[in-house]
């Protein structure tokens, strides 16, 4: 844990509250593909999609990612959902990815169809 502190303390130093809040609100706002709605751009998404997301993540709410997997799987697209389980909302993404460690590997490990 030591490292994400050290990480935080370093970004700290460079960057203050207004920063993080505007990078979040431009990932939000990101809008997926060049046909300029996300329903379009995630429509487009023809490989197999592992998506991992913690329930309490405030930067990319669980909801919104339950969307873009139903976009996704719009067109029988296989898509995954894991679930990360912490106290720690969108830092379990890192913090708790060993949770996922089955997922990923499998994931990665699977044949291209």
């Not at 700290?12 to 809008?31: E, G, I, P």
């Not at 593909?33 to 379009?40: I, K, Q, R």
């Not at 389980?85 to 990923?104: P, Y």
Request: proline content about 4%; charged content about 20%.
């Amino acid at each position: 844990m030591a490292t994400l502190d050290e990480i935080a303390a370093a970004r700290a130093s460079k960057a203050d509250a207004n920063h993080l809040l505007y990078l979040v609100r431009a990932n939000q706002n990101f809008v997926t593909g060049t046909e300029g709605d996300a329903e379009s751009g995630l429509a487009a998404i023809k490989a197999p999609t592992l998506l991992l997301y913690s329930a309490d993540d405030l930067v990319f709410p669980a909801e919104n990612v339950l969307d873009t997997a139903r976009m996704i799987q719009a067109d029988g697209t296989p898509v995954t959902l894991h679930t990360l389980k912490g106290d720690r909302g969108h830092l379990d993404g890192v913090v708790s990815i060993e949770q996922a460690a089955d997922q990923l590997r499998g994931f990665l490990e699977a044949p291209v169809r």
